[in-house]
């Protein structure tokens, strides 16, 4: 295999567990959301509802702890030298970044469901891209409180996204989790 093959499988592999608060934030509020709408059933001006049904308390809440205890596990990695870059090295770095991560995840999360109220589409029908890379948006913007992610790596992290993400929505479905495959 081709050395440069190898070095974007390599990064790929990097940059996927740098990502993971963020998307294992993302798919725990799927998970275990319900209840409470984030925009407690108000409308926007426009007359439409702010998010909707899908974002919810008890999902952000969750999923933002979620992101935030694999934040800890990347940090505790970290401290015993599987750390390099952009990945935590501590606890509490960890911490942190599994925190904004979760959370700007999921705040991204919820900006493509404002979005797509906005422009009159309803919960569960697709936009290309938005639908993939609003959550992942949202966490990098709060990553980058505390690291800087160079932007070659950027457009890397936004193939791999929409891929990861195409290909969990598909198990999402056939597992029963989601509605539909995409």
């Known amino acids: 295999m081709d050395t440069s093959v190898i070095s974007v499988l390599v990064i790929s592999v990097y940059l996927i567990y740098f990502m993971l608060p963020a998307y294992i934030a993302n798919a725990s509020a799927l998970a275990f959301g319900g209840g409470t709408p984030l925009d407690f059933h108000r409308k926007f001006i426009d007359g439409r509802?702010?998010?909707?049904?899908?974002?919810?308390?008890?999902?952000?809440?969750?999923?933002?702890?979620?992101?935030?205890?694999?934040?800890?596990?990347?940090?505790?990695?970290?401290?015993?030298?599987?750390?390099?870059?952009?990945?935590?090295?501590?606890?509490?770095?960890?911490?942190?970044?599994?925190?904004?991560?979760?959370?700007?995840?999921?705040?991204?999360?919820?900006?493509?469901?404002?979005?797509?109220?906005?422009?009159?589409?309803?919960?569960?029908?697709?936009?290309?891209?938005?639908?993939?890379l609003d959550f992942v948006v949202g966490a990098l913007i709060f990553a980058s409180i505390i690291v800087v992610i160079p932007w070659d790596l950027l457009l890397l992290l936004f193939v791999i996204s929409i891929i990861l993400h195409l290909l969990a929505n598909i198990i999402a479905y056939l597992i029963g989790i989601k509605d539909v495959w995409y």
């Open 49 to 132: 509802r702010i998010c909707g049904n899908g974002v919810t308390w008890r999902g952000i809440l969750i999923g933002t702890g979620i992101g935030t205890l694999i934040g800890l596990l990347q940090g505790i990695l970290g401290e015993i030298g599987l750390s390099y870059g952009i990945l935590p090295d501590n606890v509490i770095q960890g911490i942190l970044l599994g925190l904004f991560m979760g959370a700007g995840a999921l705040i991204g999360d919820a900006s493509g469901s404002f979005l797509k109220r906005r422009i009159g589409i309803e919960r569960g029908r697709p936009i290309p891209l938005l639908d993939q």
